[in-house]
């Protein structure tokens, strides 16, 4: 599994913004094009960090297959790029420039542009991807009941940020219709063994259980799918009709049409695949997510089905990050006595994405006990600095570690490693579980012992 964040960016001065986002986006990345003369790097936990289109600093996790090791991994890259946001402030001050740099973790600006937050699922060669993810889209349309980010949009609230920014179910296409799931066939690994399923549906999250369940409850579904499990059977009429329509109903009572003619709410299509993969946690392998954290996941996914369908959210609102964020606004709109449309709900909004730890709205609440935790801050500092070391990540993050200490000229991507000098020699890893790999040992060793 692994996450890709786009970041929002922006930097005021006295309460004015102060150049323009791809001006203060070339900040954010003049120490890292300083010490690698490229805006598109692999960090020491195996990460990419990289510019992408559009001025959004983007941070794609290594490769991890368990959901805390997942989680751990993303928030170091908060940290990450906080660090690099406050060295972008020293920069703009010695150059006179001055101003406070923010990176939010959301999916849409005040202009209504949006940017992502995309997760990579690896499953078998041998499953038909689109048929697959047919299967897979009553749960990726509704998921957003319990995952969402929450936004104020028209004076209302959504329970969903990406809802409106999709327009098809599956393609291969990324930006130009944004799908549920991108087709492309990119597996980063064996061509023969595996695929990539890249969703682009779901939201930012800044709370951790959010975050959990939502890579959790769709990984569930996906190993039921997968094993060829007993589960409910909801064949759309049509995905993508009604999704817009369950991010406004907070009930989940949104109705949707199958293709028998009959219908089902967006909550009982929730509830069916609990049910499922209550049933599952009996036999499931404990491998990957150890079925302890599963449990965990599949918990906390019942309490909000049933927050939903009582619509008492008491039990999850120090959880979900919707049902957080909605409560926050709420108690400001009885204090302020006013509608949807204010506009210290729309700063409320979109500060509580903000990344910076001492000044972020959500970590405020966390601070003070209103979100909980579903790790700890040692375990994600500890994710900065070292790769995962379950997965294929551990070999690549060695591999950094001896071109930092040797000043070796190399590339690197997701399945190659290559060191330039004296003479190019090139590993391909193409088993994502790979800890071990003799080549790659021998070509670190190479790289160690070669002359400067």
């Known amino acids: 599994m692994g996450v890709e964040t786009e970041f ?22 003049r120490p890292v094009v300083a010490e690698h003369r490229s805006s598109n790097i692999f960090v020491d936990n195996a990460s990419r960090l990289y510019l992408d289109v559009g001025a959004h600093p983007e941070y794609a996790t290594a490769e991890c297959d368990s959901i805390t090791q997942l989680l751990n991994c993303d928030k170091a890259g908060e940290l990450i790029f906080d660090r690099l946001s406050r060295q972008a402030e020293e920069a703009l001050a010695n150059d006179r420039i001055g101003g406070e740099l923010y990176l939010f973790k959301n999916n849409v600006d005040s202009r209504g542009n949006s940017y992502g937050a995309h997760e990579n699922y690896l499953i078998s060669r041998e499953l038909s991807l689109k048929p697959f993810s047919l299967q897979l889209m009553p749960h990726m349309i509704t998921r957003q009941l319990i995952c969402g980010a929450g936004l104020i949009k028209k004076n209302r609230f959504l329970i969903s940020q990406r809802a409106d920014q999709v327009w098809e179910g599956v393609s291969s296409a990324t930006t130009r219709t944004r799908p549920i799931i991108n087709t492309r066939d990119e597996p980063h690994g064996d061509s023969h063994r595996f695929r990539r399923m890249h969703v682009i549906v779901g939201d930012s999250n800044m709370a951790e259980p959010t975050f959990a369940l939502k890579i959790g409850s769709t990984l569930l579904v996906i190993e039921m799918l997968e094993a060829g499990f007993e589960m409910p059977r909801f064949e759309l009429d049509n995905p993508i009709e009604h999704i817009r329509d369950i991010s406004a109903n907070p009930t989940g009572q949104t109705v949707l049409r199958l293709k028998d003619g009959g219908t089902v709410t967006a909550l009982e299509v929730q509830a069916g695949l609990l049910g499922a993969a209550r049933r599952w946690l009996e036999q499931r392998p404990d491998e990957g997510t150890p079925n302890a954290e599963m449990a965990r996941v599949v918990d906390l996914w019942g309490r909000v089905a049933e927050a939903i369908e009582t619509q008492d959210f008491s039990r999850v ?57 579903w790790t700890t801050d040692e375990a994600i500092e500890a994710a900065v600095a070292e790769a995962p070391q379950t997965t294929r990540a551990k070999l690549r993050g060695r591999f950094l570690a001896a071109a930092r200490d040797t000043g070796a000229a190399t590339n690197v991507d997701w399945v190659h490693l290559k060191v330039n000098h004296p003479e190019p020699r090139t590993v391909e890893l193409l088993d994502p579980f790979a800890t071990e790999d003799k080549a790659a040992d021998e070509l670190i060793e190479y790289m160690l012992n070669s002359p400067a």
């Open 8 to 29: 929002g960016v922006t930097a005021f001065r006295d309460g004015s913004p102060v150049l323009s986002p791809e001006e203060v986006a070339r900040y954010l990345f």
């Open 317 to 373: 609102d120090r959880e979900i990050d919707w049902v957080i964020k909605r409560k926050l606004l709420e108690q400001f709109r009885v204090k302020l006595g006013c509608d949807w449309s204010h506009p210290k709900l729309a700063h409320i909004d979109l500060a509580y994405h903000d990344i910076r730890r001492e000044r972020g709205l959500f970590y405020h609440l966390q601070n003070r006990g209103l979100a909980q935790r």
